[in-house]
């Protein structure tokens, strides 16, 4: 039975992360009302610059921080456009991904050649817990992962925290449902909403470098592979909250998976990816759970005008 | 005053981001002389590669007929890639069976059938959750494109529409749907009169549609203000769900004629990005039918020079893709320049007042 092999669970954590990550980051952008489509190239801008400096300065680490900085000022650019200059989030998201497809194909292709990144290329370490792994069946699952898969989990637990047990929280929240109240209230609902969408592109670029530097060494042109928009679905089904979007990336990864497995047996792993898709429109449609948006999601907020 | 910004700004947005783009090839070592007139001769340079250009901008104008119209309505269909490969794989499909319908009407059957598979798939789920529960057509419209292009995908790779012995494909159309091609004189290309013809056919039809008929005019109302459309005793769920299946039909429209003119059967891949550029043809033209033509030609020529300006100058077709995030973005940000000139007026009369106090 496929289901008591613990491989599948192994595979199904080390599917989610790319998936939660960047469903966690939509989750602040959007808690604070601006809508974040971005996701999958900002991931693209992360894992083509966390291979590029891993590369350069023959450190994993140092590649991962350049690419929380590329995501970040990516997301920065996406912030002005939607608070400054109250432009369509959804137009801007839209090209910003495919500004980030062309631009890391454009440089893999100039810096690296067309036959792409180097082999050598230092990736992050996978890591076994000590005590962790002794523990039967559990222990296999969490051996050898990537270290960035202990570091989602940890996110995981404090994303929640801070976005419902913190002032903070709160404020990202209120600016998300009312921006007038908050904005009556003395919160800067502009520095808020800035702080949310620039954490939600740290917070992909990490999914993106998990990609590149975390599963392996190098970086392929479009290597995301749709996972921001699977992750923007995780975000929906579970309900713009971070512990839901792990869940719901559970799901997904756990779909991935299946199809992993079963593609020997005859059974179409291109209708198992369907799977993230029809949850989240059965979601949408209210059939399973009843999804509901921030209510300002995707309103700019003029301060002067009220 | 506003038709000459409509025509100014695209402008002004894609100027800008062929700035950008050639500051960024010049930092990498090119000459962006050389680098754009590659592109430009790759796009211009002699009759096949106008054919070429023509060609490619054909389904980016097909399509972004039916943006235009999902914008004017007010509604944001962003899955259109899935809805073109849903009606190309319905073109293909019934361009390989039902071999003893005549030549024409068997084309005609294919077109039809590819623009109601891709009505269908963008009215029925999208369009009846936005009407009667209210679901984010954005979302429900991007994933039902996902779903679509996996279901393309499933029917070849070892799906029904399977050649089989093959690489992940289906079966050619037969001959007698397939458009004919110049062969010969200047256009030798893929470029086909049929194909030309349908996609002028269907902008006159999208613009008398929208700017000559009550169904159009009730659209952009709705479009305009849904509670005046309201008040005005338009069924607005009704009309939410015609919107998005007239944009889906054009959607579908396009994959039926680039399969019958150009691919003649479904290629593993799909990566065509016909949607997402459409929307920015959309865009930039403003959501006019007749600006849809010309912005639709742009993006195009910056398809067809892109290969071109890579065999020549080495520099990756991906720029042009660096461009058209660049021109979306700029054209998005377009309500800086209201600002920027306030900023500008309120500062010179406040320069004014201090000295004449």
């Known amino acids: 039975m496929i289901f008591s092999d613990p491989e599948i669970w192994a595979a199904t954590l080390s599917m989610a992360v790319p998936l939660a990550l960047p469903a966690i980051g939509g989750t602040f952008s959007e808690r604070t009302g601006v809508v974040n489509i971005a996701m999958e190239g900002i991931m693209l801008i992360g894992a083509f610059f966390a291979v590029t400096f891993s590369y350069w300065t023959g450190s994993a680490w140092l590649g991962l921080l350049a690419a929380l900085i590329c995501g970040g000022l990516t997301a920065a650019a996406l912030a002005w456009g939607a608070i400054r200059v109250s432009a369509d989030q959804t137009v801007l998201g839209m090209g910003i991904n495919i500004f980030a497809a062309g631009l890391t194909t454009f440089l893999l292709n100039t810096l690296f050649g067309f036959n792409g990144t180097p082999i050598n290329t230092p990736k992050l370490p996978d890591i076994s817990i000590p005590g962790l792994d002794k523990i039967p069946y559990i222990g296999v699952i969490f051996q050898n992962q990537s270290i960035l898969v202990y570091i989602m989990v940890v996110l995981v637990i404090i994303s929640h925290w801070f976005l419902f047990h913190t002032r903070l929280g709160l404020r990202m929240r209120s600016v998300g449902e009312h921006p007038l109240a908050a904005d009556t209230l003395g919160i800067n609902v502009w520095r808020i909403r800035y702080f949310g969408v620039i954490l939600s592109g740290l917070f992909s670029a990490l999914g993106g470098a998990y990609l590149s530097i975390g599963v392996l060494n190098g970086f392929t042109p479009n290597m995301t592979n749709g996972r921001g928009y699977i992750a923007l679905a995780a975000m929906i089904f579970g309900k713009w909250t971070p512990l839901g979007s792990f869940g719901a990336a559970l799901i997904f990864g756990f779909s991935t998976a299946l199809g992993i497995v079963l593609q020997g047996q005859g059974i179409s792993s291109n209708l198992l990816q369907m799977i993230p898709y029809a949850l989240t429109i059965l979601a949408l449609a209210g059939l399973v759970g009843r999804a509901v948006a921030p209510a300002a999601d995707g309103i700019p907020y003029d301060p002067r005008r009220s | ?357």
């Not at chain 2, 068997?106 to 269908?120: D, K």
């Not at chain 2, 110049?182 to 194909?195: E, I, K, P």
């Not at chain 2, 549609?209 to 509670?227: A, E, P, S």
Request: aromatic share 10%.
């Open chain 2, 1 to 357: 005053m506003k038709s000459l910004r409509s025509i100014l700004l695209p402008m002004g947005a894609s100027l800008l981001a062929m700035i950008i783009g050639g500051i960024l090839v010049a930092a990498l070592g090119y000459n962006p002389v050389t680098v754009y007139g590659s592109l430009i001769s790759g796009a211009f340079g002699n009759g096949i590669n106008i054919g070429n250009t023509i060609t490619a901008s054909l389904p980016l104008i097909i399509v972004g007929l039916g943006i235009a119209i999902s914008f004017q309505s007010g509604l944001f269909n962003i899955g259109a890639d899935g809805q073109y490969w849903i009606g190309a794989t319905a073109a293909v499909w019934f361009g390989y069976h039902f071999n003893s319908l005549p030549g024409w009407l068997h084309m005609i059957v294919c077109i039809v059938v590819g623009m109601v598979a891709g009505a269908l798939w963008a009215g029925i789920i999208p369009g009846l959750t936005k009407a009667y529960v209210g679901s984010h057509e954005v979302i429900t419209t991007m994933m039902m494109s996902y779903i679509g292009i996996l279901l393309a995908r499933y029917l070849i790779e070892g799906g029904p529409m399977q050649q089989k012995g093959f690489n992940p494909q289906s079966p050619e159309i037969v001959q007698n749907t397939q458009f004919p091609y110049f062969t010969q004189g200047l256009m030798q290309s893929q470029l086909s009169l049929v194909a030309v013809a349908i996609a002028v056919v269907a902008v006159i039809a999208v613009w008398f549609l929208l700017y000559k008929t009550t169904l159009g005019y009730q659209l952009r109302t709705v479009g305009l203000n849904q509670r005046a459309a309201r008040y005005a005793g338009i069924n607005v769920k009704l009309f939410t769900v015609v919107a998005l299946c007239l944009s889906g039909l054009f959607a579908g429209l396009a994959g039926a004629v680039q399969m019958l003119g150009v691919d003649h059967r479904l290629l593993d891949g799909f990566s065509s990005n016909y949607g997402y550029t459409a929307i920015v043809v959309s865009l930039l033209a403003r959501n006019n039918p007749i600006g849809v033509i010309i912005a639709g030609l742009f993006f195009g020529a910056l398809t067809t020079g892109g290969q071109n300006m890579q065999m020549v100058s080495n520099v990756p077709a991906a720029l042009t893709d660096v461009l058209t995030g660049l021109i979306i973005f700029f054209v998005a940000c377009e309500r800086i320049i209201p600002q920027i000139i306030g900023w500008y007026r309120r500062r010179r009369t406040l320069k004014s007042t201090t000295v004449a106090s």
